[in-house]
T-cell receptor, first 115, second 115 residues
Framework: KNQVEQSPQSLIILEGKNCTLQ??????????LRWYKQDTGRGPVSLTI?????NTKSNGRYTATLDADTKQSSLHITASQLSDSASYIC??????????????FGTGTLLAVQP | GAGVSQSPSNKVTEKGKDVELRCDPI?????LYWYRQSLGQGLEFLIY????????KSGLPSDRFSAERTGGSVSTLTIQRTQQEDSAVYLC?????????????FGPGTRLTVL
């Protein structure tokens, strides 16, 4: 069982609509949780980072939330644009990561925004 | 300044051949990671370099995989006697320090296809 699970696996929405992507994790204790955006053929790019004590973090039209009690995070995208089409990856940094700071990656949600 | 670069962007090879993948991290970044991204899978940690410390090789899947980082900058990932299951996108990331909140910046990846 993956330590970071995301849903849905894929999602299609119309341009201008909002959407919410989910991330459930079992990593504990953890240091921080990030959401990355990965465009096709590109490497992932960090969108937001939240430590275990934070509940929400925004970056433009992207808002991430974190509930450390239920071990859930969500990424809300407002007024979607065609350029939002990408894979969105939830990434957890375990507190026991040591010097390597190994990250644990979800498998991502593939979002397609259609005109 | 320039981001993380990787070369080649695509590599097609025959089973049993050796391949070398190159990563140029962001200048001044002391930490460098290699990951493997297979279809439908989350990023898989391979190896980590930090300054002059011994690398963390715990993610390398077999002794056919090795990596070097020369002069604390450029890194090369070598796969010997490639197998079809080695086909994947190989991503390199660098970051400025060792704090868990330091962002990893990813290169565009090398797509390896083993025929």
């Amino acid at each position: 069982k993956n330590q970071v699970e995301q849903s849905p696996q894929s999602l299609i929405i119309l341009e201008g609509k909002n959407c919410t992507l989910q991330c459930n994790y079992t990593v504990s204790p953890f240091s921080n949780l990030r959401w990355y955006k990965q465009d096709t053929g590109r490497g992932p790019v960090s969108l937001t980072i939240m430590t275990f004590s934070e509940n929400t973090k925004s970056n433009g039209r992207y808002t991430a939330t974190l509930d450390a009690d239920t071990k859930q995070s969500s990424l809300h995208i407002t007024a979607s644009q065609l350029s939002d089409s990408a894979s969105y990856i939830c990434v957890v940094s375990p507190a026991y990561g040591g010097a390597t700071n190994k990250l644990i990656f979800g498998t991502g949600t593939l979002l397609a925004v259609q005109p | 300044g320039a981001g993380v670069s990787q070369s080649p962007s695509n590599k097609v090879t025959e089973k049993g051949k050796d391949v070398e993948l190159r990563c140029d991290p962001i200048s001044g970044h002391t930490a460098l990671y290699w990951y493997r991204q297979s279809l439908g899978q989350g990023l898989e940690f391979l190896i980590y370099f930090q300054g002059n410390s011994a690398p963390d090789k715990s993610g390398l899947p077999s002794d056919r995989f090795s990596a070097e980082r020369t002069g604390g900058s450029v890194s090369t990932l070598t796969i010997q006697r490639t197998q079809q299951e080695d086909s994947a996108v190989y991503l390199c990331a660098s970051r400025i320090g060792t704090a868990s909140t330091d962002t990893q910046y990813f290169g565009p990846g090398t797509r390896l296809t083993v025929l």
